[in-house]
Every structure is written in structure tokens, then in C-alpha cells.
């Protein structure tokens, strides 16, 4: 039997909400007994898209995180459940019964993703099936398939040649929020991290400084990596874990200069003058 599971490629979504307004087309008014009831039209986001901003001016940067039930193993949401109204099915997913459920709003609370929503009008708690009722058409979920920059992958991950199993396989993806204890059935490809970027100039000609070599060394590995700067004097390291990071700029003609960072949240270093050499 197949166990499902998906992959969000964090760094491919555009924030377009195909996936939120694919996931209100499938169940706004719709029934699909007895998975879930319908969704109202306004206050639910079983697929929802979570902008993390990144840095403070002048250097900003936002990530997209789509975020959805997890379809945890061991889900807190099963354990909060009075009467077996929330049970997890044997290919993983996890599903709220829709008649079981009626007025057990504690759910709402219990999953630490804030995947579950309250529906005021049917007193009942509501969140994403991983579209099961399409699953069982040999369809897939309709968030994924209308997902224009492919940013959701989603498959068997009990079946080796899947795409899904293959990404999780190559050790590359986390789960949201690693101190939970739950076992998540949605994996995530570039989980924003930290960055040390900055700016640099010739300091005798007031100009910006292309090609210039910077190398980033973390202090506690002796790790380093190889950029330069491009046409606007810019360079950026991400990806990077909190520690000490020292940069060391080169180019002819001027002289080296190195930058120590104590890296806890993302850093500009702002604009560096490089000294003419005598
Ligand atoms: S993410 Fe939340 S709603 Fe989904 S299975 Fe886990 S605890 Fe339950
Ligand atoms: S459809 Fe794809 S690209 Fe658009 S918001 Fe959803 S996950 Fe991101």
C-alpha cells in the first residue's frame, strides 16, 4: 500500500496562491463524505502560503513557505480526539471525521502547525485530506497539480522510484519545526537559514567593485567557500548555520581585508571600501 507524502521546494514557490485558491475550487461547497464536509468560503487555509522575511533594510529578502497539515505519524491532533473522531488511515493520511467531530473545537489547539480550522457555522474542526477523495480516483492532490513553478511534489514514499522518496532519500530535506517529536509526512527542500551578504566599493573611486574574491570561512570547521562580487559590488553567503564566520576580500591591487562575523540572525555587512595599494 502506498504511504503518501510530499515535498515543498520552498525555493521554487512564488507566492502565485494557485495551490490556496486550487484547494477552495475543490472543497468550497463541496462535501466528500465521509473525509470532510465543505469549506466555508472565507477563514480556512488547508494549503496556506507563509511569507518569512528575511534580514532588515537595505538587504530584505522573503521566502515562501506553503504550509499544510503535515500528516504527522503519532499526530497530536489523533491523541486530542474525544470518540476516534480523528484517526490516521493506513497510507498515512490523517483524517477528521466529519460527523465524529462535530464540536470538538480542543482540536483546533492541538496541532502545534495551526493546520486545523474552526467551522463556526458547522461546529466542526476542518483541514487538508491531501485531497483523498482524488487519491482514490488515481488522481493526484489538487493543489499539486495546478502548482505552476512545480514547488509540490507529491508520491508514494514507500516506492523507491518516486520522486518524493528520491528527494527525501538524498538527505536533503527537513521538517518544519524540528524539536516536534511527530513524524511528518511533508518534507521540505530549502528551509530558509541564515546569510551574510554586503557591498563593496574601490574606496579611491567611489565605484562599485565587480569580481572581487570573497572567500567565507566558518571558524569553528575551518570550512570555506568561493564567491565574487557581481556588476553591483554585491556578494552573498546563504544557507549558513548561526556561528563565527570570518571574510576575506580580494583583489588586485588593493589590499586584502578580512571581516569577522559573530552570524545569530541574517547579516548585512553593509557597504566595504577596499584601500588602493601604494
Ligand atoms: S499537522 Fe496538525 S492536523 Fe495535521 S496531522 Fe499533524 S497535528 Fe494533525
Ligand atoms: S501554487 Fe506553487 S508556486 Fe504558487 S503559491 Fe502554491 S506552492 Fe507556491
Known sequence: MAKWGMVIDITKCNACYSCFIACKDEYWDNDYPPYSAAQPRHGQFWMDVVKKERGKY??????????????????????AAKSGAVYKRPDGIVIIDPKKAVGQRQLVDACPYHAIFWNEEKQLPQKCTFCVQRLEEGRIPKCVQVCPSQALIFGDLEDPKSDVSKIVASGKTEGLNLERKAKLRVHYLGVPKLFIAGSVVYGDLDECAEGVSVTLTEQSTGKSTETSTNNFGDFEFDGLGAGTYSVKLKCKGYAAKTIHVDLKTDKYLGVVNLTKRP
Request: net charge positive; aromatic share 10%; proline share 14%.
Open 58 to 79: 537595505p538587504w530584505v529578502k522573503v521566502a515562501y513557505i506553503p504550509v499544510l497539515c503535515m500528516q504527522c505519524d503519532n499526530a497530536p491532533c489523533v491523541k
